[in-house]
C-alpha cells in the first residue's frame, strides 16, 4: 500500500491562500490521490481527488507531481471555517471496492 | 439529495453488552463502508458492503459484524463490548463502483463504561 506524508500542522491567515503538501512516494500507477478533511468530531468531508493531471473545484485545486510522488492541496483563500484535519489518501486497491487508508493528516489552523 | 444519516449519534453502553448502529446511505448508493476512529489509532477501516455482500474486511476482530439489507441501508454490531471499543464509528457510502468517491457521514459516538 502506498503510504502518504504530511507535515503534523500548518497555519495559515485568513484570506490567504493555504498550501498542503503530502508526499506518496511509493504510489502506483492505477492508484488515485484523494483528499478529505474532518472538522471536530465530524464526519471526514471529501474535497478533491486525482490521478495524474491538475484537478480543480469549488473547494479546492489539487497539483499533482509529473511523476506522482507529491501533491499539494490549495484552499485559494482560507476561512476560519477551514480550521480542520486534512487527510490526503491514497486509495488502496482490494479484491473489489477500495478501502480508505487515513493517516494523521494534517492539522491546518486559519487565524484572523 | 439527502446526505448519509447514522443512528443513533451518541451511545452509552457498559462492558460486555452488545449494541448495534444504523447507516442509511445517499439515495442511489449500494456501497456502504464503516470505519472506526480513535484518538489512539485514528480512522481505520472495518469493512465494505456492496449489494447485500461483505465485499472488503479490515482488521478486526470477529466481534465487529454488519449488514446490509435491500435497501441499501447497513447495520454495524459490536458484540461483547470493551472499553477500548469506545470510538467514533463512522459510514461513508458510494455507488460501489471502482472509480466512486465516498461520502460520509456524522458518525455515532460510542462510549463504553
Known amino acids: 500500500d502506498a503510504k502518504t506524508t504530511q507535515p503534523p500542522s500548518m497555519d495559515c491567515a485568513e484570506g490567504r491562500a493555504a498550501n498542503l503538501p503530502c508526499n506518496h512516494s511509493?504510489?502506483?500507477?492505477?492508484?488515485?490521490v484523494y483528499w478529505y478533511r474532518q472538522i471536530h468530531s465530524q464526519g471526514p468531508q471529501y474535497i478533491i481527488h486525482?490521478?495524474?493531471n491538475n484537478e480543480t473545484n469549488e473547494m479546492a485545486s489539487l497539483i499533482i507531481t509529473e511523476d506522482r510522488k507529491s501533491s499539494t492541496l490549495i484552499l485559494p483563500h482560507a476561512t476560519l471555517r477551514d480550521t480542520a484535519v486534512y487527510y490526503c489518501?491514497?486509495?488502496?486497491?482490494?479484491?473489489?471496492?477500495?478501502?480508505?487508508?487515513f493517516g494523521k493528516g494534517t492539522s491546518l489552523l486559519v487565524t484572523p | 439529495k439527502a446526505g448519509v444519516t447514522q443512528t443513533p449519534r451518541y451511545l452509552i453502553k457498559t462492558r460486555g453488552q452488545q449494541v448495534t448502529l444504523s447507516c442509511s446511505p445517499i439515495?442511489?448508493?449500494?456501497?456502504v463502508s464503516w470505519y472506526q476512529q480513535t484518538p489512539g489509532q485514528g480512522l481505520q477501516f472495518l469493512f465494505e458492503?456492496?449489494?447485500?455482500?461483505?465485499?472488503n474486511k479490515g482488521n478486526f476482530p470477529g466481534r465487529f459484524s454488519g449488514r446490509q439489507f435491500s435497501n441499501s441501508r447497513s447495520e454495524m454490531n459490536v458484540s461483547t463490548l470493551e472499553l477500548g471499543d469506545s470510538a467514533l464509528y463512522l459510514c461513508?457510502?458510494?455507488?460501489?463502483?471502482?472509480?466512486?468517491?465516498?461520502?460520509f457521514g456524522p458518525g455515532t459516538r460510542l462510549l463504553v463504561l
Open positions: 461513508a457510502s458510494s455507488l460501489g463502483t471502482i472509480q466512486e468517491t465516498q461520502y
Open positions: 511509493t504510489i502506483s500507477g492505477n492508484e488515485y
Open positions: 486525482g490521478l495524474k
Open positions: 489518501i491514497v486509495r488502496v486497491p482490494l479484491d473489489s471496492g477500495y478501502a480508505l487508508n
Open positions: 439515495s442511489g448508493h449500494r456501497s
Open positions: 458492503y456492496f449489494s447485500e455482500t461483505q465485499r
